[in-house]
C-alpha cells in the first residue's frame, strides 16, 4: 500500500486588543506528493521573477497573497488531497493553558496537533503514514514532542506505522504549500474571504474544526 504524507503547519493572530485572536492548525493529507509540488512549481515559474525562484514564498509576501495562494487552490482541484484545518480561538482556550496572564503556546501547540491527528483527521486506509510539521524553535525537545505524538496515535492505531519528523519549509514545497494553506484560513478567519479571485476552498475536499480544546 502507497505511503500516505500529511504537512503541516501552523499560524496566529495572539496580538493583544487586535480582533479575532486565534491560532490555526493544519494543513493536507496526500498520497501523491510529487503532483502536490509539481502543481506548485508550475505556478511559481509563472509568476515568479528569477531572482525569487530559488527563495521560499511565505503566506504573507505580497506575490502570496495576491497570485500564488489563489491560484493554488485552483490547481489543488481535482487532486489527491484533502485539506484539515484547526481554527481555535484564544478567548475559548481552556484555563489549564495559561499561568496568569502567559500562554503555554508549546503544550497548547502539542494538544492541537495531537487531537488533530489523533481525533480529527481520517486516517483509516492509510497503514505508512509520514508526518512532516514544519519546524519552528520550542523550548520543548523536538525528540520528546514527536515521541507524545506517535504514542497518541499508536494507542488508537497500533497496527499502523508513524513516521514524524519536524522539517524545515525552506527545502520541503510539501510545508510551503501546508503554509499557504494555513495562513490562508487564518487571513479568511481573520478579515473574511477575498472572493474576487477564487470562491475559498470551493471544490477541495476540506474539515474545518472550531475550537477544538
Known sequence: MAMYYIYLDEAYNLTPNSKNQLIVLGGFGTSEPK??????????????????????IKSADAIAIKRLIPQLFKALIGLDIVIYIIRQDKKIIPFKYWQKDKLNYEQLY???LIKLLKD???????????????????????NTMVHKIRSALKIKYS???????????????????????????LRNFKE?????????????RLN????IL
Open 120 to 142: 480529527v483527521w481520517n486516517l483509516e486506509g492509510h497503514n505508512k503514514i509520514t508526518v512532516l510539521v514544519d519546524y519552528f524553535t520550542t523550548k520543548m525537545d523536538k
Open 192 to 204: 473574511g474571504p477575498d472572493l474576487s479571485d477564487f470562491c475559498f476552498g470551493q471544490g477541495l
Open 110 to 112: 502539542l494538544d492541537l
Open 35 to 56: 503532483k502536490i509540488v509539481k502543481a506548485y512549481k508550475k505556478i511559481r515559474r509563472f509568476n515568479l521573477k528569477p531572482r525569487q525562484i530559488s527563495s521560499e
Open 208 to 211: 474545518i474544526v472550531v475550537n
Open 159 to 185: 497496527n499502523k506505522d508513524f513516521g514524524i519528523q519536524f522539517a524545515d519549509s525552506s527545502s520541503d514545497f510539501n510545508l510551503q504549500i501546508a503554509d499557504f494553506i494555513v495562513g490562508a484560513y
